[in-house]
């Protein structure tokens, strides 16, 4: 587990922590508190800058690869006194290039990706809902390169004469967005508690990711190679988000 990793777990530990602990706050006799669980998933548009890698490729007669890059999320929250805690597995795929040279590069994160964001509810209304939010995210991306010229002799495989390999970044990025949502009810089922209510969200997040130091550089098989580039994930984003909570309501007598 890199630095970075440590440092998000560490931050989403803490503010699970300080959340969970305001929730557990005494209150006056016949006080109502509410509490909202959901799970959502959210595919979206990242606009990333990949200048790092491509200015790399281009020494070697590679094209760029385009940064228009599409993400997929799935994440679950805990809304509690207006804070909002959202802990999500962020997954992240840029465009296939295809090179003269009959080679291909692939750049996707499908490793160990986590994010923990805190949000503040500003306007909590029927059926609406929009926060600010901010946090901390990991990421792991992987640069494949694969050769796809044409082979006619065994040999040229065994003997190891393609060049295909897989170089992987590990990089921390500020997250920094807003989300607005449409809460639309559910009518509960049998086994629900009658003081709980159920609902379907839908909505959009737009936000910006901002690397920490630049990322770290590539590595190959574990080992940090000499005169890398630099990757972390950097852009304007985009989410869809569609989701299912459930509001728990509870009445505290003191």
Not at 93 to 117: C, I, K, M, W, Y
Not at 121 to 131: D, I, M, S, T
Not at 186 to 197: A, G
């Amino acid at each position: 587990m890199n630095t970075v990793t440590k440092l998000s777990l560490s931050v989403f530990l803490l503010l699970l922590a300080s959340v969970l602990a305001q929730g557990q706050d005494s209150t006056r006799v016949g006080a109502v508190s509410r509490k909202f669980i959901q799970f959502d998933f959210q595919p979206g548009y990242l606009r990333g800058d990949l200048s790092a890698i491509n200015n790399s490729l281009s020494a070697y007669g590679y094209n760029p690869i385009g940064g228009n890059i599409l993400t997929y999320t799935v994440s679950a929250k805990l809304i509690t006194r207006r804070f909002v805690l959202d802990f999500g597995i962020p997954f992240f795929r840029a465009p296939d290039q295809s090179h003269p040279n009959g080679r291909r590069t692939t750049l996707s994160g499908t490793g160990v990706n986590f994010e923990a964001n805190l949000g503040y509810v500003l306007v909590e209304k029927k059926g609406f809902r929009l926060y600010p939010y901010a946090g901390l995210r990991s990421n792991y991306a992987s640069l494949k390169l694969t050769d796809r010229s044409p082979v006619t002799d065994p040999a040229d495989i065994l003997n190891g004469t393609r060049r295909e390999g897989t170089i992987t970044f590990n990089s921390g990025s500020f997250n920094l967005g807003i989300h607005a949502e449409r809460l639309i009810p559910l009518k509960n089922r049998k086994i629900d508690c009658p003081q709980n209510t159920r609902y379907l969200s839908l909505g959009i997040k737009a936000g910006y990711l901002f690397p920490i130091n630049g990322g770290e550089p590539g590595e190959y098989n574990g080992q940090e190679l000499v005169n890398a580039p630099r990757f972390g994930l950097r852009g304007p984003y985009v989410r869809f988000t569609i989701g299912m909570g459930v509001g728990v309501r509870r009445l505290s007598w003191q």
